[in-house]
Structure formats: structure tokens, C-alpha cells
């Protein structure tokens, strides 16, 4: 199997920063995304930013010049460094690898439990 596990959530003031990191571990050939999702209350999960394995990026809109995702390739890491911080940016916020076991497996969705990041005065 395959585990992903977040960490790095808490409490912060707005303006303030979190930097989030997710490892993943277990039976793994290769990765292709990596990324972070949220879900806030009422709320369905979004995405808010990922990488894929030749290095590119993508970001949803609301976290664009804030938030910066990188990977860790030889450790199958990804962080999510998130600044500027707004309360609308509360969420629980979920790691997921798109991951293959073994050669000529087909790639799989794994998520991670997820860790809660809330931005309050």
C-alpha cells in the first residue's frame, strides 16, 4: 500500500505563513502529481496547487503569488509554503500522489488524512 502523511497545519494570524510537508511511503515505482487539495466547511475539496513530475506547476487562482509548492523527487515529498495568509484560506488541507506500484501498474489516486490550517485573529 501507499500512505501519505501531512503535516505542518495550525493556527495562524492573517498575514502570517505555514509551510506544509507531506511524505509518501510504501510501496511506490514512480509518482507522476503530487499536490494539495483543501476543504473548508460547507465547502467541496479544490484543488490548490500541484506538480507533476517534469517540474511544472499549477495554482488555483486565489492562492496565485502566495502560496509556492515544491517536491522533494528522491524523498517523494511535496511542501506547500503558504504566506500571506488570509481566514478565507481555513481549510483542512489534503496531500495527494498519483502514484505506481510496480511496472506496467496503472497510476492510482492516494490522499493523505489531512491537517487543519486555520487563519484567525
Known amino acids: 500500500q501507499v500512505q501519505l502523511v501531512e503535516s505542518g497545519g495550525g493556527l495562524v494570524q492573517p498575514g502570517g505563513s505555514l509551510r506544509l510537508s507531506c511524505a509518501a511511503s510504501?510501496?511506490?515505482?514512480?509518482?507522476?502529481?503530487m499536490g494539495w487539495y483543501r476543504q473548508a466547511p460547507g465547502k467541496q475539496r479544490e484543488l490548490v496547487a500541484r506538480v507533476i513530475s517534469g517540474g511544472s506547476t499549477d495554482y488555483a487562482d486565489s492562492v496565485k503569488g502566495r502560496f509556492t509548492i515544491s517536491r522533494d523527487n528522491a524523498k517523494n515529498t511535496v511542501f506547500l509554503q503558504m504566506n500571506s495568509l488570509k481566514p478565507e484560506d481555513t481549510a483542512v488541507y489534503y496531500c495527494?500522489?498519483?502514484?505506481?506500484?510496480?511496472?506496467?501498474?496503472?497510476?492510482?489516486?492516494?490522499w493523505g488524512k489531512g491537517t487543519l490550517v486555520t487563519v484567525s485573529s
Open positions: 495527494n500522489g498519483v502514484v505506481q506500484q510496480a511496472v506496467m501498474r496503472p497510476y492510482m489516486d492516494y
Open positions: 510504501g510501496r511506490i515505482f514512480s509518482i507522476n502529481n
